[in-house]
Antibody
Framework: EVQLVQSRAEVKKPGESLRISCKGSGYTFTNYWISWVRQMPGKGLEWMGRIDPSDSYTSYSPSFRGHVTLSVDNSIATAYLQWSSLRASDTAVYYC?????????????WGQGTLVTVSS | DIQMTQSPSSLSASIGDRVTITCQASQDISNYLNWYQHKPGKPPKLLIYDASNLETGVPSRFSGSGSGTDFTFTISSLQPEDIATYYCQHYENVPYTFGQGTQLEIK
């Protein structure tokens, strides 16, 4: 079974750093791009960016570029979303999703979501 | 960036009703559009891909149409389990913007 399993919920303070993970299984991890999607409390879905695990090529939404970093560790089939300095406005649920092909940002397989709470 | 204007933002309908949601792109996106269903506490679920193709296992009461800039998502006969928020998303180029979402409620 193809799966993406995300890391547990996190509670952090403003200014702290954080890395959350998304582990793929049941498929060849390097063959499929991974995107990240944010949902702030009571708000809609926002596309953050994507990464190609085969070469770590990334594309970011302008809304997130410079504030988050996408990376992968292919040895453990895991994608990461990282912040160096969290803000209260980063409080949200974050989803990873697997592209169905390199030609399509269609997401059939999703992680279960990671809740990040940033509060002083 | 391509903007996706989805309407309505909320919708109240009765069981058995036909429900229609529209999504307009700010520029031509061909058929590079998907529709997702999102329920609280769960990840989004793909319903329609490439504007009009029903994902395997999705009930046939769901359908999509359109190309270019104007797209429509339809539930032919609303069921209680369809209560959710629905999103369109384009993938013509990055960023792959979502529509604002349509929250569907039972009347």
């Amino acid at each position: 079974e193809v799966q993406l399993v995300q890391s547990r919920a996190e509670v952090k303070k403003p200014g702290e750093s954080l890395r959350i993970s998304c582990k793929g299984s049941g498929y060849t991890f390097t063959n499929y791009w991974i995107s990240w999607v944010r949902q702030m409390p009571g708000k809609g879905l926002e596309w953050m960016g994507r990464i190609d695990p085969s070469d770590s090529y990334t594309s970011y939404s302008p809304s997130f570029r410079g504030h988050v970093t996408l990376s992968v560790d292919n040895s453990i089939a895991t994608a990461y979303l990282q912040w160096s300095s969290l803000r209260a406005s980063d409080t949200a649920v974050y989803y990873c999703a697997r592209h169905t092909s390199i030609y399509s940002a269609t997401y059939l397989v999703w992680g279960q979501g990671t809740l990040v709470t940033v509060s002083s | 960036d391509i903007q996706m204007t989805q309407s309505p933002s909320s919708l109240s309908a009765s069981i058995g009703d036909r429900v229609t949601i529209t999504c307009q792109a700010s520029q031509d996106i061909s058929n590079y559009l998907n529709w997702y269903q999102h329920k609280p506490g769960k990840p989004p679920k793909l319903l329609i891909y490439d504007a009009s193709n029903l994902e395997t296992g999705v009930p046939s009461r769901f359908s999509g149409s359109g190309s270019g800039t104007d797209f429509t998502f339809t539930i032919s006969s609303l069921q209680p389990e369809d209560i959710a928020t629905y999103y369109c998303q384009h993938y013509e180029n990055v960023p792959y913007t979502f529509g604002q979402g349509t929250q569907l409620e039972i009347k």
